[in-house]
């Protein structure tokens, strides 16, 4: 229906959308660039944003977004716009935002004799300590997928220094703090209070969510609307979020997202940019948020 809505606003442009799952989004779009069959326009991940200029697919939307009236810096979130600046030029506009947060069973928590949800890292090792032992050895504290990276990024970032050094040029995961984050994550599974296990082992995150077999899932907004229809009526009131714990109070989590690009060799950049145009307008973006529960990346998309 939204799309709809721009093919009336712009008679003589039929939009054609071609839904990717997301865990093949990023191999199918560069099988499209080496097949020189890329879209007009298109979702990206902003972690992929600076990959995708450095291969000059993306064109930079500078002047087109100096001159719009309807995509305007200053009514973004500073760190989520930066994620598509490279080199000083623009490549993409921030479509919703997301990051990683707690979902937890607060009756399991309560059970193990828990009454909050952790704040640092200590208390997130005694629940999780306590959750075990109530839960059994079939049972687990805690589910962090293998094959995501979003825990470990969280975790470094809390420490307060560079991810990378000598330039920008190598990780600088031997430095003392990132050292002890990681090491602080792999306490999850060396205690035995996570599941060595990636996603695709888990058939159905959610079933086993509501029968217990974990009772902290580190994941994103997106699944509250997940959670609201999977879950039974009554495990509506027994699950909550919580801010991600830190070394020594809540943390910093990872500023996720998507965000819309035009490729550089589309033959209908300016209709692809009215695209995104019509996409980034607050009224749409709330309309996106109540379909998807994905969060608008616009202060005024916020206010009303």
Do not use: C
Not at 39 to 65: H, K, R, S
Not at 177 to 205: C, H, Q, W
Not at 236 to 264: C, E, H, Y
Request: zero cysteines.
């Amino acid at each position: 229906e939204v799309l709809k809505e721009f093919e009336r606003e712009n008679p003589g442009v039929r939009v054609i959308v071609q839904q990717i799952p997301w865990t093949s989004a990023h191999e199918k779009l560069l099988t499209a660039f080496a097949g020189d069959a890329l879209p007009d326009v298109a979702q990206m991940g902003n972690t992929w944003i600076a990959e995708f200029a450095a291969l000059d697919a993306v064109a930079g939307l500078d002047e087109m977004a100096e001159a719009s009236s309807v995509i305007k810096e200053e009514d973004y979130f500073p760190g989520i716009w930066a994620t598509n600046v490279v080199g000083h030029s623009l490549y993409g506009v921030p479509w919703y935002v997301d990051t990683r947060l707690l979902f937890y069973r607060q009756d399991i928590l309560k059970a193990s004799g828990i009454g909050r949800p952790p704040r640092d890292w200590a208390e997130w090792m005694q629940a999780a300590t306590a959750v075990k032992e109530h839960v059994g050895k079939d049972n687990f504290a805690f589910y962090v997928p293998l094959n995501e990276y979003e825990m470990q990024v969280s975790l470094a970032l809390q420490q307060g220094v560079p991810l990378l050094r000598d330039g920008d040029r190598y990780g600088n995961f031997s430095s003392p703090e990132l050292v002890a984050a990681l090491d602080f994550y792999l306490d999850f599974f060396r205690k035995g209070l996570a599941p060595p296990s990636s996603e695709t082992d888990i058939a159905n995150v959610w079933d086993e969510f509501a029968r217990g077999h974990f009772t902290f899932y580190l994941t994103g907004p997106w699944n509250i609307g997940e959670f609201r229809r999977r879950l039974p009526a009554d495990l509506q009131d027994k699950w909550m979020t919580a801010i991600l714990p830190g070394p020594s109070g809540p943390g910093a989590s990872t500023a996720g997202g998507s965000s819309l690009v035009v490729f550089k060799h589309s033959a209908h950049k300016d209709a692809a940019f009215r695209l995104v145009e019509f996409l980034s307008r607050p009224e749409i973006q709330q309309q996106f948020y109540e379909i998807s529960g994905n969060l608008p990346p616009r202060r005024s998309s916020w206010r009303g």
